[in-house]
């Protein structure tokens, strides 16, 4: 496919070999990777069996989103109650960008892996909107223009790589780039879900992987991207294995969304 996973330069083991039928497949070697990706997909497999997803899938995910965007407003700093959020009180305006970018994500299925330049030029033009000092909402920086063709080729490309990790690394490669300068956390977690949702992972979109971060830890969560970002072997397993317990507990709180429909 191309893409560029950033791994030292002859370190092993390595991430992508020119040789390989899947580029991508190296992963699983990485320390954890194949078991966490396993773990992870079993976690998304209770939810999406639970009884409620037969009739209440859309109300599910409709709260998913909601959760997703304050938990993602959180990795960028800015906290507030769920309570407040669905009173319509918050006026912040990270939140408000995590939460337009949320809404839209079922609108972008489609399109997402036939143009992912497409789609994240609107995702931050939701998500940076109302931040301050920003004219060139949508247009990645020019130091941005390489690296962001390895990732579109990963998103339209094919891989027998489990789907959690294929958004992990899409998750990882945004926020350790920064395109665009400013919401790139809630532009980078959206890309990622989206990513989940497309590939089959969380089809109904019921799981909430943004609260999986938070649950985990701010800080946990800052130290396994700049694993990423170094390139390291070891750093990008640590990532990916990040990322599929996050995914874990995403499930997890997408079941306490359907038990509490179920409760009425």
């Known amino acids: 496919m191309g893409v560029s996973i950033p791994v030292r ?14 580029p991508l497949a190296p992963l699983l070697a990485l320390p954890g990777v194949r ?7 079993a976690g998304i497999d209770r939810l999406l069996g639970h009884r409620v997803l037969r009739r209440e899938s859309a109300g599910v995910s409709t709260e998913s989103a909601l959760r997703g965007a304050r938990a993602s407003a959180a990795l960028a700093g800015v906290e507030v109650p769920l309570a407040d959020l669905r009173s319509g009180a918050v006026e912040d305006p990270v939140v408000q960008g995590a939460l337009r970018a949320s809404a839209a994500l079922g609108s972008m299925v489609e399109t997402w892996p036939r143009a992912p330049g497409q789609v ?25 223009g390489p690296r ?66 938070i649950e985990l ?8 991207l700049a694993g990423y970002r170094s390139g390291e072997p070891d750093g990008v397993a640590a990532w990916l294995v990040h990322c599929c317990r996050a995914t874990e507990h995403g499930a997890l709180e997408g079941l306490a969304i359907c038990e509490s429909l179920l409760r009425g």
Not at 11 to 19: I, K
Not at 35 to 41: C, F, L, T, V
Not at 120 to 144: F, I, K, N
Not at 176 to 192: E, H, I, K, N, Q
């Open 120 to 144: 994240l030029a609107r995702l931050h033009v939701l998500a940076a909107a109302d931040l301050p000092g920003h004219a060139e909402l949508g247009r990645p920086a020019p130091h941005a």
């Open 9 to 22: 330069p002859g370190a092993a083991p390595a991430v992508a070999q020119a040789t390989s039928p899947d």
């Open 217 to 224: 830890g701010q800080d946990a969560y800052e130290a396994a």
């Open 148 to 213: 962001l063709s390895g990732l579109f080729s990963l998103v339209t490309g094919t891989t027998t790589v489990p789907a959690v990790l294929v958004a992990a690394l899409v998750h990882g490669e945004l926020a350790a780039l920064a395109p665009f300068g400013s919401a790139d956390g809630v532009v980078a977690r959206a890309a990622g879900r989206l990513t989940g949702i497309t590939r089959g992972l969380d089809p109904k979109a019921v799981s909430v992987p943004e609260v999986g971060f």
């Open 35 to 41: 078991d966490a990706a396993d773990a992870a997909r």
